[in-house]
């Protein structure tokens, strides 16, 4: 019997400890949880999706992409979004499990009102799925975010990345979406099957008001593919292979390569890329129609990778270009945790009728 009690004592002592281990991981990871809170508003802008292209949009803090949100995985975050345009939108966090938090999934008529024109909300989410996620508008959708540009990226790293994913040197995000310029300046229209979609962009531009892509012989980029708009598209970049490592934010169990990929609506793709064959090579969307703006080519969603040791030509397209190295989020997710406004996005403000009327009303 003393053997016996002895023995299950000693088995007590080993859950316990074991127990202790387990809870202080758990406490040690979840303790460095933080809380964050930002603003964002929504304003009436016009940007210039490309040289022949002004175009009115509903954008997040004045810009299209809306800006970065980069967290961690268990932080808490609280958006304050005050609508400054003259209709109403919500946001929808895209990707987000939302657990035991439904009504801030932001479908209006389904889990909240709609936020009105000159009014606030609060989102409060927690970061509970990793990877490439992002956030839109979920009101009048075809063309809030099919034509007016109310996306934006948010990347959640992972308490526990992937060994292939602690290799990556430069994060860069491409958001494919499409434009019609027959609505460019309507609001309240556009989006549906009878309008001409004619303009097609990355990050919201057309080529030539893309930028390039500027690496040296060694990085590892990820590319972090979303599908922003309405329409398909297929990504291709010259000269090298990518490895795509996650759909959707989530790891796959067998990560496979390709050198062309299609990107759907809505959907999210990671694709490692070493750079590894200095040169010159273009990288873009390879549905054929995807490389014209209003019908002529080359235009649409099209960038270059420009290895830093290849010298211009005096020939190349893009020799002069002003140059803007957070054009792919590059350097904002080189920052701390938190929430990042581009300039090289930002629009220029529109009077919208409502601001002219709170302004008379002051
Ligand atoms: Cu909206």
Redesign the pocket.
């Known amino acids: 019997m003393r053997l016996k009690r002895s023995a299950s004592n000693k088995d007590q002592i080993g859950f316990n400890k074991i127990a202790c281990v387990f809870m202080l991981c758990f406490w040690v990871s979840w303790a460095e949880a933080k809380q964050h809170k930002f603003e964002m508003t ?1 304003e009436e802008v016009t940007i210039k999706v490309a040289p022949k292209l002004d175009y009115k949009v ?1 954008a997040f803090n004045g810009q299209v992409p809306g800006p970065l949100i980069h967290v961690k995985e268990g932080d808490d975050v609280e958006v304050l979004v005050t609508n400054n ?1 003259s ?4 946001i929808h966090w895209h990707g987000f499990y939302q657990n035991n938090n439904w009504r801030n999934d932001g479908v209006p008529g389904i889990t909240q009102q ?1 936020i009105e024109a000159g009014d606030s909300f609060t989102y409060k989410w927690k970061a509970e799925k990793t990877g490439s996620l992002w956030y839109h ?5 075809n ?3 099919g034509i ?1 540009g ?1 996306w934006g990226p948010v990347v959640v790293d992972p308490l526990n990345p992937t060994e292939l994913e602690k290799t990556v040197t430069k994060d860069v995000i491409v958001m494919f979406s499409t434009w019609e310029s027959s609505n460019a300046s309507k609001f309240g229209q556009g989006g549906t099957p009878a309008d001409l979609v004619d303009y097609f962009s990355i990050n919201g531009r057309s080529f030539p008001s893309t930028q390039p892509l500027r690496v040296k012989k060694g990085d590892v980029v990820r590319f972090r593919l979303y599908g922003a708009g309405g329409g398909f598209h297929s990504f291709h970049p010259h000269g090298h292979d990518m490895l795509v490592t996650h759909k959707d934010g989530l790891p796959l169990a067998q990560p496979y390569t390709a050198d062309t990929l299609l990107v759907g609506p809505g959907e999210r793709y990671d694709a490692i890329v070493k750079m590894d064959n200095p040169g010159r090579w273009i990288a873009h969307d390879h549905v054929d129609t995807h490389v014209t703006n209003a019908g002529k080519f080359p235009g649409g969603a099209i960038t270059v990778i420009e290895y830093v040791s290849i010298p211009m030509d005096d020939w190349y397209a893009w020799k002069d270009k002003s140059y803007d190295a957070d054009f792919f989020f590059t350097e904002s997710m080189k920052k701390d945790y938190g929430l990042y406004n581009q300039s090289i996005f930002a629009g220029k403000p529109i009077e919208s009728k409502n601001r002219r009327r709170r302004a008379r009303d002051q």
Do not use: P, S
């Not at 209709?87 to 919500?90: D, K, L, R």
């Not at 508008?137 to 959708?141: A, G, K």
């Open positions: 929504i509903f345009t209709t109403a939108h919500t709609a508008c979920h009101t009048n959708v063309e809030h975010v007016r109310m």
